[in-house]
């Protein structure tokens, strides 16, 4: 049921999930006609026409049809072109856990708010290394959860479009960045954390195509160990 092959270049029918030859014909700038599914009869990606709030509100919704669109016809993560965003992504998205890590830390330190700042700037390194420790952890558990869960042959293509597809599906985690402007109470970074797992949940099924229970069971395994890590390194002298 997973492994679909190797055309990772191939644009998806956002309905059903499977490849289509070519989502729309243009006839001349500005004059497109959609196409259709030769499986499910419905037009392969009606989000082509869609303003990005309609895309971002169903993302938001979690629903599967905007997840297709974004992941394997807007950013085709199957193509090579993901070899070099893949990277990117990486940092963006561990320099957003070192964010949030630093902010859990603020929160529990003593003293004023220039005190913690001072400490958030000169324990920079520490908050980093705790953020890619955690990570790893991460990568390292939900890569065994699709060997031995889904039951995926090794395939670093696959595996890659898999990794590239749950950091994508961790936008939410931009929203931290808020912090820096207005204040949120401390269960705000619990909310956060928590719509990322579900997003990262509906990514894996879309990606891999298994059961909503198996795609919960291996990133709830993988942010359960990613938690526990983090907790045990924030409370180690």
């Not at 998806?12 to 999930?17: D, E, F, S």
């Not at 729309?24 to 989000?47: E, T």
């Not at 072109?81 to 998205?93: A, E, N, P, S, Y």
Request: hydrophobic share 45%; net charge positive.
């Amino acid at each position: 049921m997973g492994d679909d092959g190797a055309e990772g270049e191939a644009p998806r029918c956002v309905g059903c999930g499977r490849r289509v030859r070519t989502l729309f014909v243009q006839y001349s700038p500005g004059n497109i006609r959609l196409m259709k599914c030769d499986v499910c009869k419905a037009v392969a990606d009606p989000y082509i026409e869609c303003e990005f709030m309609i895309i971002l509100i169903d993302l938001i919704l979690h629903k599967t049809r905007a997840y297709r669109h974004l992941l394997f016809n807007k950013l085709h993560i199957g193509s090579s072109l993901d070899k070099g965003i893949l990277c990117q992504f990486i940092v963006m998205h561990i320099v957003l856990d070192a964010f949030r890590i630093s902010v859990s830390k603020n929160n529990k330190a003593d003293g004023d708010s220039s005190r913690s700042t001072l400490s958030t700037i000169c324990n920079c390194s520490e908050v980093l290394g705790d953020a890619l420790l955690g990570n790893i952890i991460f990568t390292a558990m939900l890569l065994l959860g699709v060997r031995y869960i889904l039951k995926f042959s090794f395939d670093i293509t696959r595996y890659r479009q898999i990794l590239l597809a749950i950091i994508i599906s961790s936008y939410v985690k931009l929203f931290l960045l808020t912090m820096m402007v207005w204040e949120f109470p401390s269960s705000a970074i619990f909310i956060v954390e928590t719509f990322v797992l579900s997003s990262n949940v509906v990514a894996l099924r879309v990606v891999t195509r298994f059961p909503k229970a198996h795609c919960v069971g291996v990133c709830f395994m993988a942010h359960a160990a990613k938690h526990l890590t983090e907790r045990w390194l924030m409370w180690t002298p």
